[in-house]
C-alpha cells in the first residue's frame, strides 16, 4: 500500500499527515483499551482524511466511553460523547440506541424519541430497542405506547427480564394489576434476585389487596437491595410499626441517599413509623425534611398556579346556560365525574357507587384531558387564558373521550353509569359541562385541615407540586374550593351535586341514598358492602376501601396543630 507522507513529524517519527499511520496507532491504542489516546489519533486520522472507517471507529471508542461514563453516573458528559458518536456515524446502531437511553434518563425526549427510532429502523427486531422505547414513552405518562414496546420486545426476547418487569410497571401504571401480576411473576421466573421486580410485584399485590404477600415481596426487595427505597416506602404504607420492631430498625438506621427523591421516599416511610409510635414530633419533623427536598427541585409556580384557578372561576361564571340533553343522549350511557382535592375521600366514594350493579368505574384516567388536549392544539387562544371550544370541537372533545370509555368497558355488564375520578378533570368542569350536558358532576368536599395534613403525610407519583409546603398548600386549597364553589353555584343543580366528606362518614346510607337519587338509579344494599368487593385499587387508599366505613381519617390533623400554623393561616 502505498502511504502518504508529510514534512511534519512528531516526536517517535511518524509522520503527522499520513492518516493510516494514525489510524494504526488508534487500533493499537483501542487494543490496549487505552481510550483516550485512541479516540485522539483517530480524531487526527479524520482530520487527515474523514473515511467512513475512520468514522466508524471513532465513533464505537467514543460510545465506549459514554458507557463508562454513565455507569459512573456522570449522563450529561455521557449525553454529549454519544451525541458525537452519533454525528459521526449515523448508522451506527450502537450509537443511536445508547443516545436514545441517556436522552430519556436526562428527559432530552424529542432527540431520545429520534435516536431510538433511528436505533429500530437500522435493527427491527432488537428487544433493547423496544424496551428503551417503552420506557421512553412511559417516563412521558403514555402508558398504551409502553405497554405496546415493551410487549414487542418480549415478542422479540422472551427472556429479557428488564422488558417483563417494565412491562409489568407499565400495567400498574393502568390499573391493570391482576395483567401486572403475571408479567411480574414471568421476571422473576427468569431471574428471581431482581429487587426492583419484586417491589413492583408487592405493589400489584397490594392493589389488587393481598396485603401479606405484597408485604413479602417488599421485604424480599429490601433483603435484595437495602438501599432501594422505593420499597421502603411501599413497606411502610402497609405496616403497623412497633417499638421492637426489627423492621423499625433498619428504616431509622438506612442512609438518606445522596438523590433527593430516594431521600424524600426513605424521610416519609421514616414519618410514617414515627406517627405509628406516637412520636409526633420526630415525624413531622421526617415529613417536612421530606417535603422541603421535593419542594426544592419541583419547579412549582405559584403564582402562575392560583391565577389559573382564578381564571376557572369566571370562566364558570361565565357560562351559557347548557340546552338540556336529548332524549337519544338520555337513553345512551352516562358518566359521572367526581372532583375535589387529592385525598379527599374520592376512591371511597368511588368504591362506593361501583358496587352497584349498574355502575362501572373506569379509575384515575385522564381520558377527558387526553380529549382535551388533542382539540386544544387547534385553538388560537393565547396561552395565558383557557381556550374556548366551538360547538363542533365539543363535539369532537365530547366523542373522543366516550370512545376512550368505551375502551375500557367489559361486554355484556349492562352499564349505565361510567364513574370518572381524575381529580384534575376539576380544572375542565366548564368544558365537560359544554360537550357532556347530560353527565353528573359530583363535589367531594373535607375537611381542608384534615384533607391537607393528609396531602403532607404522602409521596404523590406524580403531580400536585403545590402539596410540599403548608403555607402553598393552604393557599391553593383555598383557591381550589373557591373554584368548587363556584361550580356548585352556577352550574345547574341537575348537573352537579355536593357532597361532604364528614357527612358520608357519619351517615353514609342517608348520604348514599341522596347520591343514588341524584343519579336517577335505585339504592342497592350493595353500596353500603364496598369493602368486601374483590376488585383492584390503585390509589393511596388501597387498604382503608377495604375496610367499611369508619371515622379514622376525621381529625387527624389535630396531633399535629401545632406544627401548622402557616397552613392554618393560609387556610
Not at 352499564?415 to 375542565?428: G, I, W, Y
Not at 384533607?451 to 403531580?463: E, I, P, V, Y
Not at 348520604?511 to 343514588?516: E, F, M, N, P, T
Request: net charge negative; proline share 4%.
Amino acid at each position: 500500500m502505498t502511504t502518504r507522507k508529510s514534512d511534519q513529524t512528531i516526536g517517535d517519527g511518524l509522520p503527522t499527515g499520513d492518516s493510516d499511520l494514525w489510524h494504526f496507532r488508534a487500533v493499537a491504542a483501542y487494543q490496549r483499551n487505552q481510550l483516550e489516546d485512541a479516540i485522539e489519533y483517530w480524531g487526527k486520522a479524520i482530520e487527515q482524511d474523514p473515511r467512513p472507517h475512520y468514522r466508524h471507529n471513532l465513533a464505537t471508542a467514543l460510545c465506549d466511553l459514554a458507557a463508562s461514563q454513565a455507569e459512573r453516573g456522570e449522563l450529561e458528559p455521557a449525553f454529549v460523547v454519544l451525541t458525537e458518536a452519533a454525528n459521526l456515524a449515523p448508522q451506527l446502531f450502537q450509537a443511536q440506541a445508547a443516545l436514545g437511553i441517556v436522552a430519556t434518563e436526562l428527559q432530552h425526549w424529542e432527540i431520545a424519541s429520534r435516536a431510538l427510532n433511528s436505533a429500530l429502523a437500522l435493527q427491527e427486531t432488537n428487544a433493547r430497542v423496544h424496551d428503551a422505547l417503552g420506557v421512553l414513552a412511559g417516563r412521558q405518562s403514555r402508558w398504551a405506547e409502553a405497554i405496546r414496546h415493551h410487549s414487542n420486545a418480549i415478542q422479540q426476547d422472551a427472556r429479557g427480564v428488564d422488558a417483563w418487569n417494565n412491562l409489568g410497571h407499565a400495567l400498574l401504571q393502568i390499573g391493570a394489576s391482576d395483567k401486572a401480576i403475571t408479567a411480574l411473576e414471568q421476571a422473576l421466573t427468569l431471574k428471581d434476585d431482581f429487587a426492583e421486580a419484586h417491589n413492583n410485584l408487592g405493589n400489584a399485590y397490594r392493589d389488587c389487596g393481598r396485603f401479606e404477600a405484597a408485604k413479602r415481596h417488599y421485604l424480599k426487595a429490601l433483603e435484595l437491595k437495602p438501599i432501594l427505597t422505593e420499597a421502603q416506602f411501599n413497606l411502610a404504607e402497609l405496616h403497623r410499626y412497633r417499638p421492637d420492631d426489627a423492621e423499625l430498625t433498619r428504616l431509622l438506621q438506612t442512609p438518606l441517599p445522596a438523590h433527593a427523591a430516594g431521600a424524600a421516599l426513605l424521610l416519609f416511610a421514616r414519618g410514617k413509623a414515627l406517627d405509628d409510635l406516637d412520636r409526633t414530633d420526630e415525624a413531622f419533623a421526617s415529613w417536612q425534611q421530606a417535603n422541603r427536598l421535593i419542594r426544592e427541585h419541583n419547579g412549582y409556580d405559584e403564582a402562575q398556579t392560583l391565577q389559573r384557578l382564578e381564571r376557572l372561576c369566571l370562566q364558570i361564571q361565565s357560562l351559557a346556560p347548557q340546552a338540556p340533553a336529548s332524549s337519544a343522549e338520555n337513553a345512551s350511557l352516562n358518566h359521572v365525574f367526581i372532583v375535589g382535592a387529592p385525598r379527599c375521600g374520592s376512591t371511597l366514594l368511588e368504591q362506593i357507587l361501583i358496587s352497584h350493579p349498574v355502575i362501572y368505574g373506569v379509575g384515575e384516567r385522564d381520558f377527558f384531558e387526553q380529549a382535551l388536549l388533542t382539540e386544544s392544539r387547534n385553538v388560537s387562544d393565547g396561552a395565558d387564558i383557557e381556550p374556548a371550544y366551538s360547538a363542533e370541537q365539543l363535539q369532537r372533545i365530547a366523542h373522543r373521550y366516550r370512545n376512550a370509555i368505551a375502551s375500557t368497558l367489559e361486554k355484556g355488564i349492562g352499564t349505565s353509569l361510567v364513574v370518572d375520578k381524575f381529580l384534575a378533570n376539576s380544572l375542565h368542569l366548564g368544558c365537560i359541562h359544554q360537550a357532556l350536558p347530560a353527565a353528573k358532576i359530583v363535589v367531594l368536599a373535607r375537611d381542608p385541615r384534615d384533607l391537607a395534613w393528609s396531602c403532607f403525610t404522602k409521596r404523590f407519583s406524580s403531580g400536585h407540586p403545590y402539596a410540599y409546603d403548608l403555607a402553598e398548600l393552604g393557599r391553593y386549597l383555598s383557591a381550589h374550593d373557591r373554584l368548587l364553589e363556584a361550580v356548585c353555584r352556577h352550574l345547574p343543580a341537575t348537573t352537579v351535586m355536593r357532597i361532604q366528606y364528614e357527612d358520608l362518614i357519619e351517615h353514609p346510607e342517608a348520604a348514599i341514598r341522596r347520591l343514588l337519587h341524584f343519579l336517577g338509579v335505585a339504592w342497592h344494599p350493595g353500596c353500603l358492602e364496598f369493602h368486601s368487593a374483590d376488585r383492584i385499587v390503585t390509589t393511596a387508599s388501597a387498604q382503608q376501601v377495604r375496610k367499611p366505613i369508619n371515622r379514622d381519617g376525621i381529625g387527624r390533623w389535630r396531633r399535629y396543630e401545632r406544627h401548622l400554623g402557616p397552613l392554618l393561616s393560609a387556610l
